[in-house]
């Protein structure tokens, strides 16, 4: 898969919409994302440990135990607000998210994130020629040539570019559905609850912020892998960009909350946002 969203996710959704209870849906997603992240902070196109089996025990849940709690604790409750409302995306949906309340929520946070890497893994093999390509070392027919754009590629680069498109368009289909039944709050077993959105110039200096850091991080990408050829080297700047952008998010949330009264802050979410914390005994969403 050339991107982690949102091809990788659709295999394990239906999961979430067959047992909600037994699995976290931002879990299983954040696992599917995480062998990549690897290459993505190091702004490289290799791998050293996150594609192999035992690596989504020892990298990829530790990695989704962290983005769980940063997103649900602290990054979603003052990014929400400042994003576009309502279709296509309907991120405020996200709002019904939580972190884990107990043992057992992080127990499924951590399983729920094993379940993504690994199919993330089973994935990329069928889907890649490098060393990632498993199943290509072990079944010499996806090496073979078939008629493409552009001229004849390898079985599993075709199948690389196709299952990226129908499996993000069947991703997007499954999060429709969820949207539209509001399967988020239902799962929870509770009402949505309004969310207030930021004034627009909070949303611009959100973008703008956003924008800043993506272009120090495309910089950063630029200086450190300069030899690289134009298609590697265009991938790994985006690489840079997106790893900053998102180190700028999570700093903006923890100085806009570091910054305001700890009363004012937790009277503000439930009034407004809908995203304080879970009661006692709820499993991470």
């Known amino acids: 898969m050339p991107w982690i969203m949102p091809a990788h996710q659709a295999p394990v959704l239906p999961l979430k919409l067959w047992k909600p209870h037994w699995f976290s849906g931002l879990a299983l997603c954040l696992g599917t994302m995480a062998p990549d992240l690897e290459f993505i902070f190091r702004l490289d196109h290799q791998w050293a440990v996150s594609h192999t089996l035992a690596a989504q025990l020892y990298f ?98 075709a199948l690389q570019f196709w299952l990226t498109i129908g499996l993000g368009a069947f991703a997007l289909l499954l999060w429709r559905r969820t949207v539209r039944r509001g399967l988020l709050w239902s799962w929870r077993g509770e009402r949505p609850t309004p969310i207030v959105s930021q004034p627009a110039p909070e949303k611009r200096r959100l973008a703008a912020w956003a924008g800043l850091w993506a272009l120090c991080g495309a910089a950063a990408a630029q200086a450190l892998r300069p030899t690289l050829t134009e298609i590697r080297f265009v991938s790994v700047v985006a690489f840079g960009a997106l790893t900053f952008a998102a180190f700028g998010l999570i700093l903006a949330a923890a100085l806009d909350r570091g910054g305001r009264p700890q009363d004012a802050a937790a009277a503000e979410l439930p009034s407004g946002s809908g995203l304080a914390a879970a009661p006692a005994g709820r499993e991470a969403a």
């Open 60 to 157: 990829t849940v530790p990695l989704v135990l962290v983005l769980h709690a940063l997103a649900t604790s602290l990054v979603l409750p003052w990014l929400l607000p400042r994003l576009p409302l309502g279709p296509p995306l309907h991120f405020e949906e996200l709002r019904a998210l939580r972190p884990a309340a107990d043992l057992r929520g992080w127990l499924v946070v951590a399983l729920s994130g094993l379940i993504g890497g690994l199919s993330h893994v089973a994935l990329d093999g069928f889907t890649h020629g490098n060393r990632s390509g498993w199943a290509v070392a072990a079944l010499p027919f996806l090496r073979t040539p078939v008629p493409h754009f552009g001229g004849p590629v390898p079985l599993h680069d």
